[in-house]
Every structure is written in structure tokens, then in C-alpha cells.
């Protein structure tokens, strides 16, 4: 593996690596799933949907440091995946099965930020639906051309993109602050609260939401061939960007609801008057001038987040090719700009093709359902394979309290799998059972594992 990836440069430090990890964290996705998460959770308890999801990064995030330090590549669960499952065994059908999600999940995601930013968009301008999918397709296009460029170019376009996202963030902030209500959601939180079942179905319902927010934690696993000093800086970006979102994403909800009741955004939610809450946020404090500008910002910051997105997926496919494990075409570097361009580009088609097809909703449980079984949970039990049959004593990271948050992270995720509901697992499953029937027919062919 190490030959086949040795074009990639390692030019990305920690400061590089977290600010691409935290702006493919944010996105658009705190701006559309506020509304959604109040709606769902129907009361003033809605924080602990971000808590929940704050908690479930945290603990993955672990998961994904040691497997991380330990293989730096390009690919990221590629890597994990083979590794633990014997590469020439069991490993080569999960890392293709992976695979196999990765060309259908990632355009969803490249899409979620798309129809987000054309949503946002219609805060500024009146569009009709065929001219919001346009703005899609469109953003997806212009992100790519950013993208087509030497990576040391692109850690600068990052930094460049991350300030507009702190600056975004902190007046949302202040803006609530200097309202001074601030503290009414917290003390509100637990008005009305009941533990009972009803809440538990709605907290998972919720959380599906709030973890999509979250979901980009572990983007520096995916270019690991290109982070400086690995070891180090890839568990340490990860843990970086996940306190520093939990407490921005807290402090926005506060935030907002602060200055917006939480019974108001329900209504809009539910009626469906509005998708963006944060604009309506700005022009109650400041005016109509302002919440334009603010619009502005959060359509920068979705585009960030397409940029980080796509930056690190399009190594995927790549390093499986690299490996000789998928299509060779997606192993071709740029002959001058050492970049896996056909595998951007082929990125960059479906995600436009999903952004025409789909809806904000759809895409969002359709991400998480499609990472959850083969590659969250296929993790956390890859971690006990290898930490059996190697031991630790070569990780430059371990996971603390081993096993407990392994075991809690694979508990939590096949709740949140189930809350995603059956027409979202059904896809799931079509998904993998037309991945198993590629693998075996390949493996036919190739005479690889189980046909070796």
C-alpha cells in the first residue's frame, strides 16, 4: 500500500488538518437540522439531542485516532477495514464493500451541502424548485474547479474558508449574548421532561439529525497519506474539532432559541414556511441589511464544507484503486498537480446527479444508514481484531478505557441505525446485497478470497 500512494506529499500540520476537519464538520448542516431537531423533539429538551451527538463523535472519535495513527493513508476506513479483516481474507470484501457505499454515501454528502446552500439561498433570492436544484448542480461545479489544484494550495484555500466559518459562528454567538436572554433555553431545558420511551424514540430520531452535523470528524482519516507527524496530529485533530463544535453548536441553539422560541421554529418547521431560521435570527436583532450579510456567510460556509468533502473523499476511491482493489482509472494522478482527478471528478458527477434527485431529509438519514453497518460498527469491532492479533505495544495512539468505548460506540450506533427507519435500512440493505453480488463476482473472476 505504501508504494502505491507514495505521490502524495505530506504537507498538511495539525492547524491545516483541523481546519478541514471543522469546516466539513459545520457545513450547512447546524443551519438546516436546528429547526429539524426542535420539530422532532418537541419541546425544550432538544439540546440534549446535540449533547447525544456531541458524546457518540467523541467516543467514535477514538475509534478512528487509533486506527488512524496507526495507518496514516490515503482512503482512511479503506485501510482500517482491510487491515482488520485480514487483507487477504475477510478484508478484501469489507474494504471493497466499503468502497461499494463510499461511490453511492459520498456524493450524498457532497449533495446535502449543495441543496443546503441552494436553500439558504432562497432567504436572499425567490427561487422555484427547478432553479434551486440549478444552484446545486452549479456549487458542486465551482467547488471542484477550487479543488483542482496541488494540496499545499488547497490547506491555504481551507484556512481562507475556516475563517469565514469562526466569523459566521461568533457573531451568531454574540448576537444572542448581547440580546440578553441567553441563558432562557438552558434554564428551560427541563420543563416539561419525562423519561419514558416516547422521549428515547424521539431523542434517537433527533440525534440521526445532530450527528449529521457532527458527521467530518475523522475527514483528516481520508487524506492521512498527506498529514505531517500522523501519529500525533491525526487523533489530536480529531479531539480539537469535536470539543471546539460541540461548544459552538451548543452555543447557536442557545443562541438562537434565546432570541427565536423554541415553539415558534417548531411551527415553521412543521408548516414548512421556512429553511432558514438563522437568517430570520440576524434580521430580528439587526435588520434586513444584516441577516443578507449573514446569509452570505452561511452560504460560504456550506461551500467550505463542500470544499473539505470532497477534498477527502475523492482519496478514497483513489487509494482503493492504488491497491488494486477497484477500478484502475480512479488510481490516476494529475500528471502536474499530484491529485486523484478522476476520482474528483467522478465525485463531482454523482453528487450533482443526487442534488437533482433528492431531498434534504432523504439525503441525511440516507448518509448516516449507509456508513453505520460496514464502516462505524465494522470499525469498532476492526479495532478488537487487530488489538487481539498484534497487540499494542507499536500504536501511537490508544484508545482510554479500552474496551468501554468501543463497546458503547457499536451499542449507540445500531440504536441510532434503527432510528434512521425501515424504508432508509431497506435502501441500506439494497445497497449491501448488490455489493456482496459485485464482490463475489469479482472474486469469481480474480480468484481472490473466498475463491482463492
Not at 480512479?330 to 434527485?357: D, Q, R, W
Request: glycine share 8%.
Amino acid at each position: 500500500m505504501a508504494a502505491s500512494t507514495q505521490h502524495l506529499q505530506r504537507r498538511l500540520g495539525l492547524f491545516q488538518s483541523t481546519v478541514l476537519n471543522m469546516i466539513d464538520m459545520v457545513g450547512i448542516g447546524p443551519f438546516i437540522t436546528i429547526s429539524i431537531v426542535i420539530s422532532i423533539m418537541n419541546g425544550p429538551w432538544f439540546l440534549y439531542a446535540w449533547i447525544a451527538g456531541a458524546l457518540l463523535s467523541m467516543i467514535d472519535a477514538m475509534i478512528w485516532s487509533e486506527l488512524g495513527a496507526a495507518y496514516p493513508l490515503a482512503g482512511g476506513s479503506y485501510n482500517f477495514l482491510k487491515e482488520a479483516y485480514n487483507k487477504n481474507g475477510l478484508g478484501k470484501m469489507m474494504s471493497f464493500l466499503y468502497i461499494w457505499q463510499t461511490i453511492i454515501q459520498a456524493p450524498l454528502v457532497a449533495a446535502s451541502a449543495a441543496i443546503g446552500f441552494s436553500q439558504y439561498l432562497g432567504y436572499l433570492i425567490n427561487l422555484q424548485e427547478w432553479e434551486q436544484k440549478t444552484v446545486s448542480a452549479v456549487v458542486i461545479v465551482f467547488v471542484t474547479f477550487l479543488l483542482y489544484r496541488r494540496i499545499d494550495n488547497i490547506g491555504k484555500i481551507g484556512v481562507m474558508l475556516w475563517m469565514g466559518v469562526v466569523l459566521t459562528l461568533g457573531w451568531i454567538i454574540f448576537g444572542g449574548i448581547t440580546h440578553g436572554n441567553i441563558l432562557h433555553p438552558v434554564k428551560e431545558i427541563n420543563n416539561g421532561f419525562e423519561w419514558s420511551s416516547l422521549f428515547f424514540v424521539a431523542l434517537g430520531q433527533a440525534s440521526v439529525k445532530t450527528i449529521y452535523s457532527y458527521l467530518g470528524y475523522y475527514n483528516v482519516c481520508h487524506f492521512g497519506g498527506e498529514i505531517k507527524n500522523p501519529g500525533k496530529n491525526i487523533p489530536r485533530s480529531m479531539f480539537i474539532s469535536v470539543a471546539g463544535i460541540a461548544i459552538l453548536y451548543l452555543a447557536i441553539n442557545i443562541s438562537v432559541t434565546s432570541v427565536i422560541p423554541w415553539q415558534e421554529i417548531k411551527h415553521w418547521q412543521d408548516s414548512g414556511q421556512n429553511n432558514f431560521v438563522v437568517s430570520i435570527f440576524i434580521e430580528k436583532l439587526y435588520g434586513r441589511t444584516a441577516a443578507n450579510i449573514a446569509t452570505i456567510m452561511i452560504l460560504w460556509i456550506a461551500m467550505a464544507s463542500l470544499f473539505a468533502v470532497m477534498l477527502g473523499y475523492s482519496r478514497v476511491p483513489y487509494a482503493a484503486a492504488a491497491d488494486g482493489a477497484f477500478f484502475k482509472i480512479f488510481a490516476k494522478l494529475h500528471p502536474t498537480k499530484n491529485f486523484p482527478y478522476v476520482s474528483l471528478l467522478i465525485l463531482a458527477g454523482c453528487g450533482i446527479l443526487f442534488s437533482l434527485l433528492f431531498k434534504m431529509r432523504q439525503v441525511i438519514d440516507g448518509i448516516l444508514a449507509m456508513r453505520i453497518i460496514v464502516q462505524f460498527i465494522g470499525q469498532g469491532v476492526g479495532v478488537m481484531l487487530l488489538r487481539k492479533r498484534n497487540g499494542t505495544s507499536h500504536l501511537p495512539y490508544k484508545i482510554p478505557f479500552y474496551p468501554v468505548p468501543v463497546i458503547l460506540a457499536i451499542i449507540i450506533w445500531l440504536l441510532i441505525f434503527l432510528s434512521t427507519g425501515w424504508k432508509i435500512m431497506l435502501y441500506f440493505l439494497i445497497v449491501l446485497i448488490s455489493g456482496l453480488v459485485a464482490y463475489y463476482i469479482k472474486a469469481k473472476i480474480k480468484k481472490i478470497w473466498p475463491f482463492a
